[in-house]
């Protein structure tokens, strides 16, 4: 049974640009959340996807935006890429979007370096 | 603004002997709270969850103990082994969402 997959593991980019993240949830759950780790801090809340919406939103500029694909897959979008995003995101997947006692399951992460 | 926080960033143990690692809580509109492992290098992994109708919740080798009136929240580790060395978060979720408030997390070291 696989687990939450993200690619890249690492990714460095350059001020300015954009950058795309992915996720493929565990199985069998359809709900995806995408969190930004400062290095030391805990995970942060950007969004959640279900049903190819997003449903909940957290304290993050427009630059960052996603999508989620009828397969349950999801992808994290960052424009105009700052200094300050340099961060590891983390995707989370379950099953539904606010079931108390579905944990949220997280994948290893990709980490973004922006020079 | 409404947060979770832990009280120490670090903890520090023998192998063998129990650890407890703690957190408080302000947000009363909780009712579900959730401990995660993290490993150098992975992401979060989920040990144990409890909904606020429980005071106590046991796991394998893990209990996790919710006080509501003082809101704070404890995972405790029995004989502790070298690896559960690990930045341990709590975290918070209410039932009307689903995002979770992440503390910032204790860093347990295990020594041999």
């Known amino acids: 049974d696989a687990g939450v997959t993200q690619s890249p593991t690492h990714l460095i980019k350059t001020r300015g640009q954009q950058v795309t993240l992915r996720c493929s949830p565990k199985?069998?759950?359809?709900?995806v959340s995408w969190y930004q780790q400062a290095l030391g801090q805990g995970p942060q809340f950007i969004f959640q996807?279900?049903?190819?919406?997003?449903?909940q939103r957290g304290n993050f500029p427009d630059r960052f935006s996603g999508h989620q694909f009828p397969n349950y897959s999801s992808e994290l979008n960052v424009n105009a890429l700052l200094l300050g995003d340099s961060a590891l995101y983390l995707c989370?997947?379950?099953?539904?979007?606010?079931?108390?006692?579905?944990?949220?399951?997280f994948g290893n992460g990709t980490r973004l370096t922006v020079t | 603004g409404e947060s979770v926080g832990l009280h120490l960033p670090t903890l520090s143990v023998q192998e063998g002997d129990n650890s407890i690692i703690n957190c408080a809580y302000s947000?009363?509109?909780?009712?579900?709270f959730i401990w995660y492992k993290q490993e150098s290098g992975k992401g979060p992994q989920f040990i144990i969850d409890i909904r606020s109708n429980m005071d106590k919740r046991q796991g394998q080798r893990v209990t996790v103990l919710l006080n509501k009136t003082v809101k704070h929240l404890s995972l405790q580790i029995a004989a502790t082994q070298p690896g559960d060395s690990a930045v341990y978060f709590c975290a918070e979720r209410k039932t009307s969402g689903s995002r979770l408030t992440f503390g910032e997390g204790t860093q347990l070291t295990v020594n041999p």
């Open positions: 199985s069998g759950h359809d709900t």
């Open positions: 989370a997947s379950s099953l539904g979007p606010g079931q108390v006692g579905s944990p949220l399951h």
């Open positions: 996807y279900y049903e190819e919406e997003e449903r």
């Open positions: 947000n009363s509109a909780s009712d579900y």
